[in-house]
């Protein structure tokens, strides 16, 4: 091959390359500018519901709004920060779908707990203006305390009282740890509980559905006194309304009821399958959803309600329960949980009724069997999870 032709073909494979160079710097470049662009719309479009958030608390909830009966105590970054001590990781208690939260101690020797909005955050926005809603005037020992609020230099901060033993399910379902709750501390628990659902559906200002009540959201005092919290997925309902549907089905796997899951009806008795499933869960010492048997496919659900029918409901009971347990007393508990989680919702209690049935040792009802539950050759009583897609459920992310 002669040199010239040589020279061209090189010549023409530079050019090649050249253009190539140039395609692949402007696509890098287009794609870089999307990038930029999409990464500030994202933080424009966060810091103007961050502050609409803020200017909505600011306005509804200090003395600078018309409603002098809902005021809630500001507090400035500042003071935030320093009783945080600079929100140190050493005081950092957890992490949620909001954002982290931190253990402070006020001047006056009182601990407290700081809920911050993560800058980063998409879902905790809604959820922190729906959680002062809510439970800002609520007042009830077991119900977690709202101290106050801050929203300043793009920071949105819950405040409430400390609880020192965390959450239930760090203790509950830790094989260590469980030991530390005898028959007596989970009985006050399981009545506590049921209270502070009572005053929530029919002895508050407003009725109030929690929609997400399990053993993460029970909070233990100093003497193991539970606490209801998270307050963000919670809807509230005027005068005698009890209930609603929806297309987007948010809460915890394991404490939905089938028709909320498979149709979006939620209502005061959606909270009252959430309490028997907590109060089996309290009893046995296991998760519902990660609960198995070498027998039997079921849940810890289906796995009670066999252990009834055959009368040995003892057998439920957790290895670090059996030396303190009432032994009445634990049957009833085991009953009126059944009595709670039953398939319709027209047959599970009222919280009003729970109440009265755990404070007495008259006659109870029989329960019929669990929601999710199947009887060999026979269809199951409710929809099982697979079916689950007919609505678009969220899985609730705080202190996961």
């Known amino acids: 091959m002669a040199a010239s032709e040589l020279t061209g073909i090189k010549s023409d494979f530079n050019k090649k390359k050249v253009i190539e160079v140039a395609l692949g710097s402007s696509v890098g470049f287009i794609l870089i500018c999307l990038a930029v662009v999409v990464y500030i719309r994202k933080k424009w479009s966060h810091a ?102 801050c929203a300043q230099k793009n920071e949105i901060m819950l405040i409430y009282e400390y609880m020192p033993n965390r959450s239930l399910d760090q203790i509950l379902f830790d094989e260590t740890r469980s030991s530390m709750l005898d028959w007596n501390h989970r009985c006050r628990i399981i009545n506590g509980i049921a209270r502070g659902l009572l005053y929530l559906h029919q002895d508050s200002c407003l009725r109030i559905i929690h929609r997400d009540l399990k053993a993460g959201n029970i909070l233990l005092d100093n003497d193991m006194n539970p606490k209801i919290s998270d307050f963000g997925l919670a809807r509230r309902f005027k005068g005698y309304e009890t209930g609603s549907n929806t297309k987007n089905v948010v809460g915890t796997y394991g404490y939905i009821p089938p028709e909320y899951a498979v149709h979006g009806i939620f209502s005061t008795k959606s909270d009252v399958f959430s309490f028997g499933v907590l109060v089996l869960e ?83 009802p029989q329960p019929k069997p669990p929601a999710f539950f199947t009887e060999p050759d026979l269809h199951p009583v409710a929809p099982t999870t697979q079916q689950f897609s007919v609505v678009n459920i969220t899985t609730s992310l705080t202190g996961r």
């Open 282 to 364: 309290i009893v046995s010492g296991m998760k519902n959803r990660e609960f198995s048997s070498q027998e039997h496919g079921d849940n810890l659900l289906g796995h009670a309600w066999r252990l009834y029918k055959d009368d040995k409901s003892l057998d439920l009971v957790g290895r670090s329960l059996r030396e303190s347990c009432i032994i009445l007393e634990v049957l009833r508990s085991i009953h009126i949980g059944l009595l709670c989680v039953q398939n319709q919702p027209e047959d599970r209690p009222t919280m009003s009724s729970v109440v009265l049935m755990l404070g007495n040792d008259g006659v109870l």
């Open 48 to 149: 103007q519901i961050q502050g609409t958030l803020m200017k909505t608390l600011c306005e509804d909830y200090t003395d600078g709004g018309q409603n002098k009966d809902v005021e809630l105590p500001f507090f400035s970054f500042s003071e935030v920060s320093k009783l945080t001590n600079n929100f140190s990781t050493d005081n950092k208690l957890g992490q949620g779908g909001f954002g982290p939260v931190y253990k402070g101690v006020m001047e006056d020797g009182r601990e407290i707990a700081v809920k911050r909005l993560s800058e980063t955050s998409t879902q905790g926005v809604d959820e922190f203006k729906n959680e002062v809603r809510c439970i800002h005037r609520l007042q009830h020992r077991n119900l977690v305390k709202l101290l106050g609020f």
